[in-house]
């Protein structure tokens, strides 16, 4: 079962339906005219009628789908399988028949040049003579002419008709001698016949019997598609709006399935979005911590601030203590000279004293 198509005559480009459903596509024997051929039905439509040639080529173009070119019918043909198992059983076949075709087409030139061979040999002979194998074994219409040329000097006067018939009994007499080598010559042309008739005969019936077969299955399957045709109608009698209903329905899937492509892109955009409010989320756990962090900081700096202003105070006062501890220590020091001096000059004063005493 697979869907039919045609090429479009116009553009050569497009794909024409020619089936509305999935079709039964048998190979059938033609013995009338030796051939074989590709034979389609759609109800009592034959939707293809294509004879296979040795040229022609079953080409597969997808996993589901092929093609070929009869260039008799002037169209290419297009088969669409439920599966590829069926297309590449399909191309099998269709090679095996083209085979067939083949081997059929050079058996039936070999019987046109065995049918031809006698009439080529005696055409040698000698073309003058009315009694030559050409005209022995042709034709009645062949033989007509001979006739017409003897009766031509038998209307001319009587004189002529003695040399004439001494002419006929001369080619008469060389013709009986030659008659032996001839008639071995057919002898053997007719031996070769005789088995190529054999061959020929084995062949017919082996192509009868499977005509058979074929003419068999061929009635089974029109009497299936036209069940199917049947059962068809009464379902479109049915359902009168059933193009309209198939049109709506159609329309429904398409919207659906842009719905679906629709919700797709949505529930990739809703996962998006939760990923950036878990990332959102992160910085903010990030934030807070780092903004508890940095009050902490600020507090202790605050802290630090209150130190290092006391210790700036204590500093200062520390300062103006060691200032004012210098500035005593410096009059101590102004006085002790002082005294030292009046010392040095009392000790003087006491030394001149003993030495004077």
């Not at 600020?298 to 200062?316: A, M, P, T, V, Y």
Request: glycine share 2%; proline share 3%; charged share 30%.
């Amino acid at each position: 079962m697979a869907h039919v198509f045609q090429i479009d005559p116009n553009t050569k480009k497009n794909w024409v339906p020619t089936s509305k459903h999935a079709v039964t596509v048998s190979y059938f024997y033609d013995s009338t005219r030796n051939v074989y051929r590709i034979i389609s039905l759609d109800g009592s439509k034959a939707i293809i009628n294509s004879t296979i040639t040795p040229n022609m080529t079953f080409t597969k173009t997808s996993q589901k789908f092929g093609q070929w070119a009869d260039s008799r019918a002037n169209t290419v043909y297009g088969l669409g399988f439920s599966s590829e198992h069926h297309l590449s059983k399909f191309a099998e076949k269709f090679q095996e028949f083209k085979e067939a075709a083949r081997l059929a087409k050079e058996k039936s030139q070999e019987k046109m040049e065995l049918t031809s061979t006698p009439s080529q040999e005696s055409a040698g002979g000698d073309l003058q003579s009315p009694l030559t194998p050409e005209s022995i074994n042709g034709t009645d219409d062949e033989r007509t002419p001979d006739v017409t040329q003897n009766s031509e000097p038998r209307a001319e006067p009587t004189q002529n008709a003695l040399p004439f018939s001494h002419s006929v009994m001369d080619r008469f007499f060389f013709f009986f001698h030659c008659s032996s080598a001839i008639s071995k010559h057919w002898e053997a042309e007719l031996a070769t016949l005789k088995g190529n008739n054999a061959k020929l005969t084995a062949a017919l019936l082996e192509s009868t019997a499977n005509v058979k077969q074929w003419k068999q299955q061929l009635a089974a399957y029109q009497e299936e598609a036209e069940r199917l045709h049947k059962r068809v109608t009464e379902l479109e009698c049915v359902s009168s709006q059933a193009n309209a209903v198939h049109t709506h329905k159609s329309e429904l899937n398409q919207t659906i399935q842009e719905l679906e492509e629709t919700l797709k892109e949505k529930e990739e955009e809703i996962e998006r979005l939760k990923q950036e409010i878990d990332n959102a989320r992160e910085l903010q756990e990030q934030r807070d911590s780092l903004t508890q962090k940095l009050q902490e900081v600020e507090i202790r700096n605050k802290d630090l601030e209150g130190q290092l202003s006391d210790l700036e105070q204590r500093l200062e006062k520390s300062q103006n203590e060691q200032e004012a501890f210098r500035n005593n220590l410096k009059t101590l020091l102004e006085i002790l000279d002082g005294k030292i001096f009046e010392l040095t000059e009392l000790r003087d004063n006491l030394a001149k004293l003993l030495e004077c005493s």
